[in-house]
């Protein structure tokens, strides 16, 4: 896609509003288009919807997917010999997967964007990585798993790359220490979920004594604190607690999903996540879908432009956001900003017949 | 049976088989009494599914119900009915009880194992009216437990019975009839079930705003009220008579009033949008698709489709479709359809429209406002009938 191609060459969040919004028309255009004429349970969709493909619409008014729909269907807007990989959200046992197949241009633009989001905060000169995660998250390449192929996309930006975790999942300190004391003087860019660096590292280390210095270390974690909210950790204890135990200073969560990979939305120095050139974010009111202001939470639409091989250009997540500002962060970088509140509870469905036993 | 997989909510670990006459003395009066209490209380009051059940049992309610059963007949109760009730619904279980002991029976009741407040507020309740001396009998010869999925339990159960109902989806029952019952026991089955609506446009074009606000509130409580949820909520509409599209317009919009107060949580709201999403991607005679906010989505169909009862809403999600007369739809109405529910129709013309074209759905029919009521005839079942027995008498 053109507009696509033109965005990877420019830094990454460097379009205000105005010029973000005019190539956001032309390229959400574009791609709605296009999934409508080669994905037929997308066409089927957008004409029930009464939506004209021909017609010019805000960015606002482009018809999204809730994410639940790449569970329960294949959607695909390329051959299927085309399909270069599928990846797969990680569920848990028993639950269904999202199923998201990319063809090698959709794959490729995945690859590149990462690389630009994640350089504005890591720089342009790769780093040595350390993966706070087991080796074996990644060694059967057939299954992309949404923490397999975001460790594969992550080691990108990084060399001699060494995994902190053991098999079982215990904290390997001789190879780490091996490759600090390599690095020694070095930054470090430091990898990992969320909630495994919690559990595996943090946990780990607040109980012995045994230091490890992550003080060089930038940190990008994402997978969110879906899990840490019931301990009552939030991103400000997350990353108070993890200075406490190594010594890291630069925490940055992402937020992101498997549906858009690639386009991550980045916490800025100031705490903000933000939306890069690649992606947009809408908060969106659960009672009637109109836009948010400002502070008010609401269900959080995603937009991404690197979609071609799948209709997964405008989704709508579970999640509860809020919209902080827009081309107006401290930190410099354009794009909106906004926090995420967490998923949207579930509820208690009330009815009078349901499988007893299963 | 003691069992340490089984909590015991209510009652004697083994209920004393004792059978009474249906609506005996004692069981309105103790039904009676749990309807004032419950009535009073301040927690229970809380709950609108409390508050209709304690209607349902009270006095008036029940004498009504007992002069309908009476026929001049001897009846007893059959023995011991064993109740597998719904797992996801709070209530249920309380009406399937009281099912048995109006009938005359001793009570094994398995609630959902889901910890609901109402469940537990109710069975309070019963244990309190219960240690009146006066109804010693019931007390005997009643059991309320909840336990987890168990084939052993509901084996054993199942082998004592004499009756045992089964409320559950297919699934579900087909598991359960894994576990005999008696030769002689009788089964009440409450499957999944589909229920549909009938509405006379020519009726609502002439009713008065107060009137057509009535019809709205009435319907909200037909649907809304459990999520549309419940077997005989209406998930499809058809629409007889003229001016058909203002008739919608007017019902809809104050449909839309009337939902005003329903409580459309995020997670209904994503739920009932990738509904609409699912349909539109798998259907291809939907007609019209009309979003009146997030509160009410309304798919107009083309056509009903052979499997009508696919047309399923959640959470304000409504199918409609214009026909000239009932008899269009005759082949569409399996077994599995339970409650047609009408506005603005004669009732006659409908049981007409059942028994001509033999059917072998619609067990209820009621007008608008009445499809949740609960009532001792369910999915076709005379449920006292069925838990009782007759003794016949020659001279």
């Known amino acids: ?358 | 049976m003691k069992n340490d997989k089984i909590k015991y909510l209510v009652g004697a670990h083994t209920p004393r088989v004792f059978p009474l006459e249906p609506y005996s003395n004692e069981v309105c009066e103790f039904l009676d009494d749990l309807s004032g209490v419950l009535r009073k209380d301040i927690t229970a009051k809380k709950y609108s599914d409390i508050m209709t059940l304690a209607f349902w049992c009270r006095k008036a309610s029940i004498n009504k119900m007992k002069h309908e059963f009476e026929d001049g007949k001897y009846h007893l109760g059959r023995g011991l009915v064993f109740h597998i009730t719904p797992s996801n619904v709070p209530i249920n279980f309380a009406f399937s009880y009281f099912f048995g002991i109006l009938s005359g029976n001793a009570n094994i009741v398995r609630t959902p194992s889901k910890d609901f407040v109402q469940v537990k507020i109710i069975c309070d309740t019963i244990q309190n009216v219960l240690k009146n001396s006066k109804y010693k009998i019931i007390k005997e010869s009643t059991l309320i437990i909840s336990y987890e999925k168990d084939k052993g339990i509901t084996d054993y159960y199942s082998s004592i019975c004499d009756a045992r109902i089964i409320w559950g989806g297919n699934e579900a029952i087909r598991n359960i009839r894994q576990s005999p019952v008696k030769e002689k026991s009788v089964e009440i089955v409450f499957a999944d079930r589909y229920s549909l609506a009938l509405i006379n446009s020519n009726a609502i074009i002439q009713t008065s705003n107060h009137e057509i606000q009535d019809i709205a509130n009435k319907f909200y409580n037909d649907t809304y009220l459990m999520d549309q949820n419940a077997c005989s909520t209406p998930h499809l509409i058809l629409w007889i008579g003229e001016d058909k599209q203002g008739a919608k317009n007017k019902f809809w919009e104050n449909i839309v009033k009337a939902a005003g107060k329903y409580d459309l949580a995020p997670i209904k709201v994503v739920d009932k949008y990738t509904q609409l999403c699912e349909l539109s991607i798998e259907h291809d005679d939907i007609a019209k698709i009309t979003k009146h906010r997030n509160l009410l989505y309304v798919v107009d169909m083309k056509q009903i489709p052979d499997d009508m009862c696919s047309l399923r809403g959640k959470f304000g999600l409504f199918f409609q479709h214009d026909i000239e007369d009932m008899e269009q739809i005759a082949s569409k109405i399996t077994d599995k359809v339970q409650t047609l529910t009408y506005y603005g129709i004669n009732k006659e013309e409908l049981i007409d429209f059942v028994i001509q074209n033999h059917l072998q759905g619609i067990d209820r029919i009621v007008p608008i406002g009445e499809a949740l009521n609960m009532g001792v005839h369910w999915d076709g079942y005379d449920i006292i009938g069925m838990l009782s027995r007759q003794i016949s008498v020659s001279s």
């Open chain 1, 1 to 358: 896609m053109f507009i696509l191609d033109e965005i990877l060459s420019m830094s990454p969040y460097c379009l205000d509003k105005g010029e973000k919004d005019k190539k956001y028309r032309e390229g959400l255009k574009e791609l709605t288009k296009k999934h409508y004429e080669s994905c037929f349970m997308y066409k089927n969709m957008l004409d029930n919807f009464s939506f004209d493909i021909n017609r010019e619409y805000d960015v606002n008014e482009y018809p999204f997917l809730p994410v639940r729909l790449f569970k329960e269907y294949d959607l695909c807007s390329v051959l299927k010999e085309n399909i270069a990989k599928t990846m797969t959200s990680s569920g848990t046992t028993g639950q269904q997967v999202s199923k998201i197949y990319l063809d090698k241009t959709t794959s490729a633009n995945q690859t590149k964007t990462l690389v630009k989001i994640t350089s504005d905060f890591l720089g342009k000169k790769r780093l040595p990585m350390l993966i706070i995660d087991s080796k074996s998250v990644v060694k059967d390449r057939k299954l992309f798993s949404a923490r397999g192929s975001g460790i594969l996309g992550f080691s990108m930006m990084g060399y001699d790359t060494t995994y902190a975790l053991d098999e079982n999942m215990q904290l390997d300190y001789n190879t780490i220490e091996a490759f600090l004391e390599m690095h020694k003087g070095d930054d470090i860019f430091v990898f990992g979920f969320t909630f495994i660096i919690w559990e595996y590292l943090y946990k780990v280390l607040a109980k012995t004594c045994r230091k490890l210095d992550l003080s060089r270390g930038i940190l990008i974690h994402g997978g969110g604190f879906k899990k840490l909210i019931e301990e009552a950790v939030d991103n400000d204890t997350y990353k108070a607690e993890l200075a406490k135990v190594c010594g890291i200073k630069k925490v940055y969560n992402y937020y992101g999903m498997v549906e858009q990979t690639g386009s991550i939305f980045m916490e800025c120095e100031c705490g903000r996540l933000h939306a890069s050139n690649f992606s947009d974010v809408i908060i969106r009111n659960p009672k009637d879908f109109s836009i948010c202001k400002k502070g008010e939470k609401g269900l959080i639409e995603l937009v991404s432009l690197l979609p071609e091989s799948y209709p997964g250009h405008c989704i709508l997540s579970e999640d509860i956001g809020e919209l902080i500002g827009e081309d107006d962060c401290p930190c410099g970088r354009c794009g909106k900003t906004f926090k995420v509140h967490g998923r949207i509870k579930t509820a208690e469905v009330r009815g009078c017949s349901d499988t007893y036993e299963k």
